[in-house]
Structure formats: structure tokens, C-alpha cells
């Protein structure tokens, strides 16, 4: 499924159903200015480990703001948002 959002104020569509928080396109994600840290690292179904950027972005997604923690690395194409948030777990609510 896709959903509309906003991250630190810039509309995206995200595609739903994932386990994790937030992933964005790494082309959206170098455009937020906000400070970056090391992120996730993960194991490729080919066995490449994948080690992600991660920043802490202001979302805004079925009509609440929340802070989350949204990961990407370089080649990363898709805005992915996690079931958690959806369900309204795993983040800091603003407003």
C-alpha cells in the first residue's frame, strides 16, 4: 500500500508493510538537513552486508508528527515506512 507523508517538511510517498521504521531513497535523504550517524547494518539474501546512514527527521503521517529514525544508503531507491510507526509505536510523538 501507499501512503502520503512529510519529512522535515518535504511530501513523499512512502510504501507500507515493512518490519522496520523508516527508509528513505538515499537522493531524499541527502537532502535533509539534519545531523547524520551510522545506522543499521544489514545481510543481503546474497550475503553482502549493507551498513546504513541513519538521521532523526520530524515525519508527519496520518495526521500526526512524530520524530523517527529513518535509514538509507547509497543505491537505496524506494521510501519504505514500517508498520510500527503506522501503528503508532517506535517514536516520539510531537503534536
Do not use: H, P, Q
Not at 517538511?9 to 537522493?27: K, N
Not at 550517524?37 to 551498513?51: A, D, K, L, Y
Not at 538509507?72 to 510507526?85: C, K, P, Q, V, W
Amino acid at each position: 500500500m501507499e501512503i502520503e507523508g512529510e519529512v522535515e517538511g518535504r511530501r513523499i510517498r512512502f510504501l507500507t508493510g515493512f518490519e522496520g521504521e523508516c527508509a528513505l531513497s538515499f537522493e531524499i535523504f541527502k537532502s535533509i538537513n539534519t545531523l547524520e550517524f551510522r545506522g543499521i547494518s544489514f545481510e543481503t539474501v546474497s550475503g553482502e552486508v549493507i551498513r546504513t546512514k541513519a538521521k532523526l527527521v520530524t515525519l508527519k503521517v496520518l495526521n500526526r508528527e512524530v520524530k523517527a529514525i529513518c535509514n538509507s544508503f547509497e543505491g537505496m531507491d524506494e521510501n519504505l515506512l514500517g508498520e510500527e510507526i503506522l501503528r503508532g509505536r517506535t517514536f516520539i510523538e510531537v503534536s
